[in-house]
């Protein structure tokens, strides 16, 4: 089984969209692989850098309200996929890209305002890591010499989807 967490990525911004994950210029790559050095690329954030260490080594993000909002395409997710995201994290999503991460075997884990302000609270931290465990519901922060948990709903459908490994492996072993 995939193991979701590790190292976090915090983009500290709502309405991230699917431009700002993978410019429309790629969308005629052939392969997955091939979006693979264009993840964020036209993202604009303050100290942020789509190249750096921090994202390349990234296995969850942490965002804001609305993300992946924009342009309905299955490449925004994949390009999470090749770099080796495993999960989302953030105060809504746009209900297509929230759909395809959890049909490419992802998760999209919403959380309230409130919990994701004390998770944005250790953005500065160099040591960020996130356990997720998606068959509990849980996710714990651990920084800064800090550790803490949250807990979160996925419905048991996309629960079931994501343990699979996205929608082709669900419907291979159920069908």
């Known amino acids: 089984m995939k193991t979701f967490g590790g190292p976090v990525l915090f983009l500290d911004r709502g309405d991230i969209n699917t431009d700002e994950i993978i410019p ?3 969308l005629t790559e052939i392969t997955k692989e091939d979006l693979k050095p264009y993840i964020l690329e036209d993202l604009k954030l303050p100290g942020f850098d ?3 260490p921090k994202t390349r080594n990234a296995r969850v993000i942490v965002s804001r309200a609305n993300f ?3 342009s309905s395409r299955e490449h925004a997710p994949w390009v999470f996929e090749v770099n080796g995201i495993t999960a989302v994290i953030a105060e809504s999503f746009a209900r297509i890209f929230r759909q395809n991460m959890f049909n490419c075997g992802m998760a999209a884990i919403e ?3 409130s919990d994701l302000d ?3 609270s250790h953005a500065g931290d160099e040591d960020a890591v996130m356990d997720i465990n998606i068959e509990t519901g849980t996710l714990t922060m651990k920084g800064g010499g800090q550790q803490k948990s949250f807990s979160f709903e996925i419905s048991p459908f996309d ?3 994501v343990l ?3 929608w082709v492996d669900y419907a291979d072993r159920k069908y």
């Open 50 to 52: 789509a190249k750096g």
């Open 159 to 161: 629960r079931a989807l």
């Open 118 to 120: 004390q998770i944005m």
């Open 111 to 113: 959380l309230p305002k």
């Open 24 to 26: 429309a210029k790629y």
């Open 68 to 70: 992946g909002c924009g």
């Open 164 to 166: 699979a490994g996205g």
